[in-house]
């Protein structure tokens, strides 16, 4: 664009280093915040092109203006945030949104967040983030989008498409800042930060593809993770930012280090100072420093020591310019203008679209004896920590909690009738208080139905909150299992990051229900579940250990020499623990019941560009009409490489009246059999594929085919 270049010939080598510097203020980690007078002296000097954790139309147009007025060359400044499931109207965690199984949803609750986020001046946020995990120990599972890099790549189209809809320029759209890639889900032991050391393989066949679907789908910006992989800094990664995302990916958009990252490769001990890491990170392709100063500080001396040359600096200049020019920053710098009932419509239409997000990202796990939909007249007691407006939002949850979030306490006081309901809280959610245990027994024991409602906090789950015990915090299982005595019929609902391991609690509750962090609508979300006005339809986006042992456990396993069997010891398994997950990915159970079968797909013989129509006749044998959610998994029966035992390839949904019966169909492309063949290239190899259907990925369950493709 003539104008950027224009721009590039006019500035000055700090001007230039300033494009590249994204400063710290507001919702950011503490030491790095700069402080109002930094900032405002930062923009002036043009040694600030943007900032991370500032929002609000107020403050964003007030510091836009110091941009636009105060500087030598009037380069508006794009704020960043940090908007993953709602920016005021916070709908459900990503890992529960997952559980919805509906790209549709995904993609409205993005287009929503993203007129809120742009109204308040942010032009950036930083989500998606796209990193497949099957560790419930690392904190993080809460952002993610689950075990399947398939799923993964269908929630990076959605996210993208929702947070930039027609462009990015366009008033109610914001810039998708995917994340954090460099198989961050991997970390060792779960541990936030830590080492990843996978094959090349993995990385290729796991973690990599929710990436590149949402380059695909036109991601305006990257943001690698902190971790090393195999050693190498993912934040000075040539070969996975530069030869992978940009070469072989066709990338060409702005790629913006985490926080402090840049300044972290020498805490990584890959350089001796800060001239040499922002060199690494500019060399890799890292564009914009996110609050290390590092560009700011090293950049001139890495020139000066001939690290880096102009040539590169202007390359990453061109970028971020060209990505403001792409935001329309040059011709809109400010939050839009927002018509009041336009204003008011949204957050009516927002809290709407949360209770529906809300209602169906809830997974039933368990409902022995059609315990649930609770009954009219039954008396309830509502016991546990985890009930309050509070907590609910989850981590992450941007401007939140300027918006009333509705409790499950106060939701179910107004459903049931006066007296219906009896509530105590019996312990906090951590603390080793038990004095409240009591007074929980007691309205147990008067009660038709108890209703244990527990789980973690916001801050036990998210960044630096990895877990190696994932189970309930302070005395709540001494609370549970009190109540458990009583021997009232009980329904537990779990608030949680990731899934928890509780086989204790699970054997001896009649009906479970997750309810992850499901923001603003919470309580009436779950209220409709609990009384049958809405009927579960949330699924598992990951699968769901027994115990931390059994970590990382996934479905999509590869078969191995000696796969598990339960009459050969010699075979892959445990001597102490069942080597099945509590529940497998896709488990979530509804008021109906349905039936699967007669699976067909055609044609049976298919070459390279052929697609395959794949059918099932679905019955609902249930007493309530329902909504299930199909999935089908591929396997190639053989391959060079060792293939997985199955893979996701398609999600479908069929509504159902008791006793209706209709077919799903999945249009499944030859080519999306796909594997990394030896050179790690997707390759379909001639042969035969397994296709299954079912509900969720327990092999009993599932109805199966075969198909060939010829060479
Ligand atoms: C954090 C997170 C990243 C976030 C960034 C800005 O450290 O790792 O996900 O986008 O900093 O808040």
Redesign the pocket.
């Known amino acids: 664009m003539e104008v950027i270049e224009n721009l590039l010939r006019a500035m000055t080598l700090e001007e230039k280093i300033g494009q590249l510097t994204m400063a710290?203020r507001g919702?950011?980690?503490p030491p790095n915040e700069a402080s109002e007078a930094e900032v405002l002296h930062g923009i002036r000097a043009g040694r600030i092109g943007s900032l991370?954790?500032t929002h609000g139309a107020e403050v964003t147009t007030r510091l836009q203006r110091v941009a636009l007025e105060e500087t030598r060359l009037r380069i508006p400044l794009i704020f960043?945030?940090?908007v993953m499931h709602g920016y005021r109207s916070v709908f459900p965690v990503p890992i529960g949104e997952t559980a919805a199984f509906d790209p549709v949803l995904w993609e409205h609750t993005a287009r929503m967040a993203a007129y809120e986020t742009r109204a308040a001046g942010v032009t950036l946020t930083?989500?998606p983030?796209l990193d497949v995990t099957r560790d419930p120990r690392w904190g993080?599972v809460v952002?993610s989008p689950g075990e399947d890099p398939w799923l993964g790549a269908q929630f990076a189209r959605a996210k993208v498409r929702g947070f930039q809809g027609a462009g990015i320029g366009m008033p109610a759209s914001v810039g998708a800042?995917v994340?954090?890639i460099g198989a961050y889900g991997a970390v060792t032991a779960g541990r936030d930060y830590a080492s990843v050391d996978i094959s090349d393989r993995a990385l290729n066949e796991v973690y990599l593809p929710p990436f590149r679907a949402a380059v695909e789908a036109g991601a305006a910006v990257i943001?690698p993770?902190?971790n090393d992989l195999g050693g190498v800094p993912t934040t000075a990664n040539v070969d996975l930012l530069r030869d992978t995302v940009r070469r072989r990916w066709g990338f060409d958009g702005v790629m913006v280090s985490?926080?402090?990252a840049v300044a972290e490769l020498v805490k990584h001990g890959v350089v001796d100072d800060v001239a040499q890491a922002a060199a690494l990170a500019l060399q890799a392709g890292i564009d914009i420093d996110?609050?290390s100063n590092a560009y700011g500080l090293g950049l001139p001396l890495a020139l000066e020591r001939g690290d880096v040359t102009i040539g590169m600096i202007d390359e990453a200049v061109r970028r971020v310019l060209t990505l403001k020019a792409k935001l329309g920053l040059f011709e809109h710098p400010f939050a839009p203008e927002l018509d009041t009932a336009e204003r008011d419509a949204k957050l009516v239409a927002a809290r709407r679209l949360a209770r529906e997000a809300a209602t169906k990202s809830v997974v039933l796990l368990k409902n022995e004896a059609g315990l649930l939909p609770l009954k009219p007249g039954q008396r309830v007691a509502l016991i546990g920590p985890v009930v309050g407006a509070d907590g609910l939002l989850g981590a992450?949850h941007a401007a939140g909690k300027e918006v009333k979030a509705v409790s499950i306490r106060e939701a179910l006081h107004l459903a049931l009738p006066p007296g219906a309901l009896s509530f105590a809280k019996g312990v906090d959610v951590e603390g080793e208080d038990v004095s409240g245990i009591a007074e929980a027994v007691r309205i147990a024991r008067q009660a038709d139905v108890v209703i244990l409602s527990l789980g973690e906090l916001e801050g036990h789950t998210g960044?630096a909150a990895s877990r190696a015990r994932p189970s309930l915090p302070g005395r709540q299982r001494q609370l549970a299992e009190a109540v458990f005595e009583v021997g009232r019929p009980t329904v537990v609902l779990l608030s949680s990051g990731r899934p928890l391991t509780l086989p204790w609690l699970i054997e001896r509750a009649q009906a479970v229900m997750v309810l992850w962090f499901l923001g603003i609508e919470t309580g009436n979300a779950v209220t409709a579940l609990l009384l049958g006005y809405a009927n579960p339809t949330g699924k598992l986006p990951i699968s769901w250990p027994r115990s931390v042992g059994q970590i990382p456990i996934c479905y999509s396993e590869r078969s191995t020499g000696r796969p598990f069997s339960a009459t050969d010891m010699y075979t892959s398994g445990y001597l102490d623990t069942p080597v099945t997950p509590q529940f497998p990915f896709g488990h979530g159970l509804s008021y109906s019941r349905v039936a699967i079968r007669n699976l067909r797909a055609t044609p049976a013989i298919v070459g390279m560009d052929d697609a395959i129509a794949v059918e099932a006749d679905v019955s609902n044998v249930g007493v309530m009409a329902g909504e299930e959610t199909v999935l089908l998994f591929v396997r190639d029966v053989v391959a060079r490489i060792a293939p997985r035992v199955m893979e996701l390839r398609g999600v479908t949904r069929i509504s159902l009246a008791p006793n209706a019966s209709g077919t799903v169909r999945f249009d499944l492309p030859v080519k999306s059999l796909a594997f990394p063949a030896g050179d790690l290239g997707p390759e379909v190899q001639p042969g035969e594929f397994e296709l299954m259907v079912g509900s969720s990925a327990e092999p009993s369950a599932l109805v199966r085919t075969r198909i060939t493709v010829r060479g």
Request: without cysteine; hydrophobic residues 55%.
């Open positions: 710290a919702e950011v980690f991370v954790g960043g945030f940090d930083f989500a983030m993080r952002e800042a994340k954090h943001m993770s902190f985490d926080f402090n996110m609050a992450w960044e």
